[in-house]
């Protein structure tokens, strides 16, 4: 039983990861998977990608942590980043979620003058696919993407 355990972590590990070393050409499988529909001819490939996946996403939340790390200082004039990573699960935090509630709101008072009696529904998923589209055109609209 411990064996079939350790099994399906290693298996679930590779999914993970964004690979499967199992190939069958057959079925368009490659012996990894990486993302979108890119098929690699090796383990080696596969995983090279998903370290390189991997690397992109921790600079990316890197440089948004240093970028709401630098707006905190900002707005607390005399404040030091020691005093920022200090507070992190305080003030930090308490100081994150406030700006995040004031940009849904103002989200939300936005859609409202543009659809006037629609509502944005609080949590997405309880949209339809058609009414997402709809959101994400306006979205894209209002941010001029």
């Known amino acids: 039983m411990k064996r079939k355990r350790q099994k399906f972590k290693f298996r679930f590990k590779q999914w993970q990861q964004g690979w499967s070393w199992k190939a069958n050409p057959a079925a368009g499988v490659g012996l990894g998977m990486g993302s979108g529909d890119t098929f690699f001819a090796s383990r080696e490939l596969a995983k090279a990608d998903a370290l390189r996946v991997t690397a992109t996403t921790l600079a990316y939340q890197r440089k948004i942590a240093r970028r709401q790390r630098d707006q905190w200082l900002a707005e607390h004039p005399g404040r030091t980043a020691a005093d920022y990573k200090r507070e992190l699960d ?7 979620r406030q700006r995040a509630e004031a940009a849904d709101n103002a989200e939300r008072d936005a859609w409202l003058c543009d659809h006037p009696g629609d509502p944005l529904p609080e949590h997405f998923c309880s949209m339809t696919d058609e009414q997402y589209a709809e959101y994400e055109k306006w979205r894209e609209e209002r941010e001029g993407v």
């Open 90 to 96: 305080g003030e930090v935090l308490e100081w994150l």
